[in-house]
């Protein structure tokens, strides 16, 4: 099936071998698809990109700085002549306390996940804006809605809210040029974002709040991503979708 056939798509921190962004960057291809791999190291994205198959991009791109992301999408519209869809997954996270979040580490998380995230799709809106057509998706977590409780410290809960407030705000002001904005609240999924911190008993706790039984898997939540990319989901913007296993029924 090719839901994406002739789609020009950007995913951010796409690189990560087990993450989400690459597990996206996979799935879009077999739909048709011709993806650019953004992330901080460019022979990491150009080595994810080539795993993809033929025809697809790694560029190096910090999310963070706002001339990178523009320089970034530049090269890719004078390729490509366009930019269908963008995924803002680039994200960091941290498992620290309220009193234990510094300056830094405010710093650090808040501009990943959402500096990086307005900055990517101000690179997009008006290539997007000129042919009245665009979708973005943009990856938010379980812990913007519950309050962290998995991993994320409470400035990481703080950072996927915001993405939930800019999501549904960039969905209204760009619905009039046909730009679908929405977002992925994804529970507790099986990547290297915990960068070895997460022990086994805390695994087990978190496992054990899941009504499915299991953490989710990097393809459960691009199965999604492709759903809110393609035309399938024409008449969705604005919205906030849940994979977690049902982790959050409410
Ligand atoms: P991951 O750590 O496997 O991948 C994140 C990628 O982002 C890495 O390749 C990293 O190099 C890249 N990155 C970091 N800083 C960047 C920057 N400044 N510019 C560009 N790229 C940068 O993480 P993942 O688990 O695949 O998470 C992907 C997204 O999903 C993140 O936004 C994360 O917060 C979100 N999320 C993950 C989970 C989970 O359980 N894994 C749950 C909810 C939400």
Redesign the pocket.
Known sequence: MGLLKGRFAVI?????P?????ATAQLFAEHGATVAI????AA?AEAAAADLGGGHVGLA?????KAACEAAVRELESRWGRVDILV??????QPLKIMEIGPENYDAVL???LR?TLYMSQAVIPGMRARKSGSIVN?????AQRGGG???GPH?SAA?AGILGLTKAMARELAPDTIRVNA????????????GKLTPDMKEMIVAGIPMGR??T?SD?AGCALFLASDLAAYCTGTEVDVNGGSLIH
Request: with cysteine.
């Open positions: 951010t921190g796409a690189a990560s087990r993450g989400l962004g690459k953004l992330d901080l190291d990491a791109c910090n999310v963070t700085d803002n997954n680039a994200g960091i996270t501009d990943v996940n990086g990856l938010s977590s379980v812990s998995i991993f994320g990481y996927k992925i609240c994804p529970g507790f999924i099986a990547t290297d974002i915990t960068a953490a989710g990097a939540v």
